[in-house]
């Protein structure tokens, strides 16, 4: 596709549910990171990976997130056990080449009830 | 640490007045130093870089200066347009290129 694309572009869930949001990232881009942004906040790195496997996972706040990429492409970021204070914007990046230059997506906005 | 400090906002300006958005950082080693801009309802996108010290990045007549010795990298631009109205955020890539730090974003409404 022409740019990251992210979904679902919202998704309102209960707390305890499972979560799942997908990015798809430029073509041939080998970097690709997550972060999430909260109101008012800028982005916060989760993790980021470099082809399949994840590089660097140091942002993940507990084991309830994790993320996969198991092609090298499409990423899924997977939440089990919501809790309120997972609402926020995830937002997905790809990179060339990891020298700075992210294209994000638009994000999914997560409200968890 | 790695860290990013930017002005609050919000900051709104009148078409053709002077911007100044200030952003300090905190880094260890070398780091690189961006200007992303986020447009109402769109996704972040990069404005300009500077990978070292005196760079100078530029982009739509936005101008910001690597500067080491006051660990800065403010934003300006000498006249704005009510096109320039986002949410501007200053970041860090570190010399590992995998971790990019984010200040908090300043929101800026340009007024005809």
């Known amino acids: 596709g022409a740019g990251v694309s992210q979904t679902p572009s919202n998704k309102v869930t209960e707390k305890g549910k499972y979560v799942e949001l997908r990015c798809d990232p430029i073509s041939g881009h080998t970097a690709l990171y997550w972060y999430r942004q909260s109101l008012g906040q800028g982005p916060e790195f989760l993790i980021y990976?470099?082809?399949?496997?994840?590089?660097?996972d140091s942002g993940l706040p507990n084991d309830r997130f994790f993320a996969v990429r198991p092609e090298g492409s499409v990423s899924t970021l997977k939440i089990q056990r919501t809790e309120r204070g997972d609402s926020a914007v995830y937002l997905c990046?790809?990179?060339?080449?990891?020298?700075?230059?992210?294209?994000f997506g638009e994000g999914s906005r997560l409200t968890v009830l | 640490g790695n860290s990013v400090t930017q002005m609050e906002g919000p900051v709104t300006l009148s078409e053709e007045a002077f911007l100044t958005i200030n952003c300090t950082y905190t880094?260890?080693?070398?780091?690189?130093l961006f200007w992303y801009v986020q447009y109402p309802g769109e996704g972040l996108q990069l404005l300009l870089k500077a990978t070292k010290a005196d760079d100078k990045g530029s982009n739509k007549g936005f101008e910001a200066t690597y500067r080491k010795e006051t660990t800065s990298f403010h934003l300006e631009k000498g006249s704005v347009q009510v096109s320039d109205s986002a949410v501007y955020f200053c970041?860090?890539?570190?010399?590992?290129?995998?971790?990019?730090?984010f200040g908090t974003g300043t929101s800026l409404t340009v007024i005809p």
């Open positions: 990976f470099q082809g399949t496997g994840a590089a660097d």
């Open positions: 990046a790809s990179s060339l080449n990891s020298d700075g230059e992210l294209f």
């Open positions: 970041a860090l890539g570190t010399n590992t290129g995998n971790q990019f730090y």
């Open positions: 880094a260890t080693g070398y780091p690189s």
